[in-house]
């Protein structure tokens, strides 16, 4: 009886490490993505970048399916949809911005069934002016 439920306890442990690995490892804003990174990790964005990117690396979801939801002002402004090919898959999404956009923007990554696995925020802010700057 004992060793049933040794390894009745092993399977449970393999298991919920198994799930608690799934999910998503990294995700970023960044200005660009170069040999599938990010280049850079933002949390403050200026006006004058006019794309912006969200990286995400996923771990045990493959087969699934997440969504790259892109929020300004609780308004959804795009879905982008992604099937997941890998046990560690790398992905992004980007957004062109609009200089008059400032303020916080959120990213939602969601599951097959529109539940939030991860969720980050940027704020885009009025990029500096010549004038603004101090001289040296």
């Given at each position: 009886?004992?060793?049933?439920?040794?390894?009745?306890?092993?399977?449970?442990?393999?298991?919920?490490?198994?799930?608690?690995?799934?999910?998503?490892?990294?995700?970023?804003?960044?200005?660009?993505?170069?040999?599938?990174?990010?280049?850079?990790?933002?949390?403050?964005?200026?006006?004058?970048?006019t794309?912006?990117?969200?990286?995400?690396?996923?771990?045990?979801?493959?087969?699934?399916?997440?969504?790259?939801?892109?929020?300004?002002?609780?308004q959804?402004?795009?879905?982008?949809k992604?099937?997941?090919n890998?046990?560690?898959?790398?992905?992004?999404?980007?957004?062109?911005?609009?200089?008059?956009?400032?303020?916080?923007?959120?990213?939602?990554?969601?599951?097959?069934?529109?539940?939030?696995?991860?969720?980050?925020?940027?704020?885009?802010?009025?990029?500096?002016?010549?004038?603004?700057?101090?001289?040296?």
């Amino acid at each position: 009886m004992k060793i049933i439920a040794s390894v009745i306890l092993s399977c449970l442990m393999f298991i919920s490490i198994s799930v608690q690995s799934a999910g998503i490892s990294r995700s970023v804003f960044t200005t660009e993505i170069k040999d599938k990174e990010p280049v850079s990790e933002l949390k403050q964005i200026p006006s004058d970048i006019t794309r912006v990117y969200f990286f995400t690396e996923i771990t045990g979801l493959n087969g699934h399916t997440i969504i790259h939801r892109w929020e300004y002002n609780g308004q959804v402004l795009a879905d982008v949809k992604f099937q997941v090919n890998g046990d560690r898959w790398r992905t992004w999404s980007s957004k062109n911005m609009l200089s008059s956009w400032l303020g916080k923007w959120q990213v939602s990554v969601l599951d097959e069934g529109g539940n939030v696995i991860e969720q980050s925020e940027f704020e885009y802010v009025a990029a500096e002016t010549k004038e603004q700057k101090v001289p040296e």
